[in-house]
């Protein structure tokens, strides 16, 4: 018997950095990630015709991000904030109510959390939002740290695992990450979990 999942008043859809340069052939193309696309837009029209809301987070970084290579960090440049990379494939039909969360816009500062120096946690609260369905990328970094915060926050998550995708620079990190987010409280759903 498969649980099933009744979407609730308090509840919001978090979708994280569905952004051209960490899709296939960008500058941080992760492995799989295309194929999450139909399923995240799935949950993205339930909450929508639920009328919950919805946010969306994108990493925004100034040319010259400590994050970078150029800079000393560890990735390759990405989403520049405004350039073709840093924004959605067309493929990605997201409604005008959409909350978009831009983060790591610090050069300075690296922030893989959608909640870190963002107004993330107040629209929420203002919303009475205590149930967060997360999907998006990338289930071991930006994805992880937003579930922590959000639990660190108090809210209860909802992890999309047919709607993340690792990058998985060490074998099985993926498998970490799920582990690490599952052992903080968060229930891992399916698609076919949700009742209509
Ligand atoms: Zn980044």
């Known amino acids: 018997m498969i649980h099933k999942i ?3 008043p308090s509840d919001a859809l978090l979708i994280v950095d569905i952004q ?3 899709l296939t052939g960008g500058a941080l193309g992760i492995s799989g990630s295309n194929e999450i696309i139909p399923t995240l ?8 015709t639920h009328g919950l809301p919805i946010f969306l ?18 990735w390759p440049a990405h989403c520049v904030a405004g350039s073709p990379g840093s924004l959605p494939p067309s493929s990605f039909t997201t409604p005008p109510s959409a909350v978009i969360i831009y983060k790591a816009m610090d050069r ?7 909640f ?17 369905f997360i999907g998006g990328l990338a289930t071991d970094y ?12 108090g809210y209860d998550v909802c992890l999309l ?11 099985e990190s993926s498998l970490r990450a799920e582990a690490e987010m599952i052992h903080l409280g968060t229930v891992p759903v399916q698609w076919e979990m949700l009742e209509t």
């Open 20 to 22: 051209n340069d960490f």
């Open 116 to 132: 870190q120096h963002t107004a993330l946690d107040r629209h929420l609260r203002i919303l009475n939002v205590r149930r967060l």
């Open 57 to 74: 987070s994108r990493d925004w970084h100034p040319p010259d991000h400590c994050s970078f290579q150029s800079q000393g960090g560890p």
């Open 108 to 114: 300075n500062q690296e922030a893989y959390s959608a």
């Open 142 to 153: 930006c994805v992880l740290n937003s579930v922590k915060d959000a639990r660190t926050l």
């Open 161 to 171: 695992m047919d709607g993340i995708k690792a990058v998985n620079l060490q074998a």
């Open 6 to 8: 009744t979407l609730m």
């Open 41 to 48: 837009l799935n949950y993205v029209r339930r909450f929508q």
